[in-house]
T-cell receptor
Framework: AQSVSQHNHHVILSEAASLELGCNYSYGGTVNLFWYVQYPGQHLQLLLKYFSGDPLVKGIKGFEAEFIKSKFSFNLRKPSVQWSDTAEYFCAVNWRSSNTGKLIFGQGTTLQVKP | EAGVAQSPRYKIIEKRQSVAFWCNPISGHATLYWYQQILGQGPKLLIQFQNNGVVDDSQLPKDRFSAERLKGVDSTLKIQPAKLEDSAVYLC???????????????FGPGTRLTVT
């Protein structure tokens, strides 16, 4: 079955620390990849996306993610986190074979940044 | 541009009661989704509409859940009768037009937090 795994459930960092959140999906096939973020009290927002081309994609607020096809991974990175990055982060995968745009989400990672 | 609207934001009901949630997608978006997000988990798709037709309802518990999008714009999700395990946030999302291959990014509403006691 199609599934998405996020390795870290809860991450605590100090400001200016570097961030890497892991995301793996269950098997191959052509995929579209997304990271969503949910700030406290707000709705899910698209952080970045990968459809094709350069496997290193840049999103909003200094975030980037790298697609490694051989590892079925799409890890999220930020060189220096800020207190305002405190939020829940979700990785989501669309398998193009579904032809529906359906997203399978990981269970989410809660990031807490200490000032 | 207005985002996805949902109401109510919060609802508390007793088990075996019924409840309905409403969603208005971004104007012009043909594809609409309902997700269930249980605490500590990622959203799980319940049903997807393309205009007023159902594309995927494979994970919708059809014995108690129903959804409609009669005019291809706003949508209603209903639970009848509710169970304790239905306590969750119900999210609505829309995208431009998945069937046409133009814009599959999904934009989410604020969600409805349902508590079943």
């Amino acid at each position: 079955a199609q599934s998405v795994s996020q390795h870290n459930h809860h991450v605590i960092l100090s400001e200016a620390a570097s961030l890497e959140l892991g995301c793996n999906y269950s098997y191959g096939g052509t995929v579209n990849l997304f990271w969503y973020v949910q700030y406290p009290g707000q709705h899910l927002q698209l952080l970045l996306k990968y459809f094709s081309g350069d496997p290193l994609v840049k999103g909003i607020k200094g975030f980037e993610a790298e697609f490694i096809k051989s590892k079925f991974s799409f890890n999220l990175r930020k060189p220096s986190v800020q207190w305002s990055d405190t939020a829940e982060y979700f990785c989501a995968v669309n398998w193009r074979s579904s032809n529906t745009g359906k997203l399978i989400f990981g269970q989410g990672t809660t990031l807490q940044v200490k000032p | 541009e207005a985002g996805v609207a949902q109401s109510p934001r919060y609802k508390i009901i007793e088990k075996r009661q019924s409840v309905a949630f409403w969603c208005n997608p971004i104007s012009g978006h043909a594809t609409l989704y309902w997700y269930q997000q249980i605490l500590g988990q990622g959203p799980k798709l319940l049903i997807q509409f393309q205009n007023n037709g159902v594309v995927d309802d494979s994970q919708l518990p059809k014995d108690r859940f129903s959804a409609e999008r009669l005019k291809g714009v706003d949508s209603t999700l209903k639970i009848q009768p509710a169970k304790l395990e239905d306590s969750a946030v119900y999210l609505c999302a829309s995208s431009l037009n998945v069937a046409a291959g133009t814009g599959i990014e999904q934009y989410f509403g604020p969600g409805t937090r349902l508590t079943v006691t």
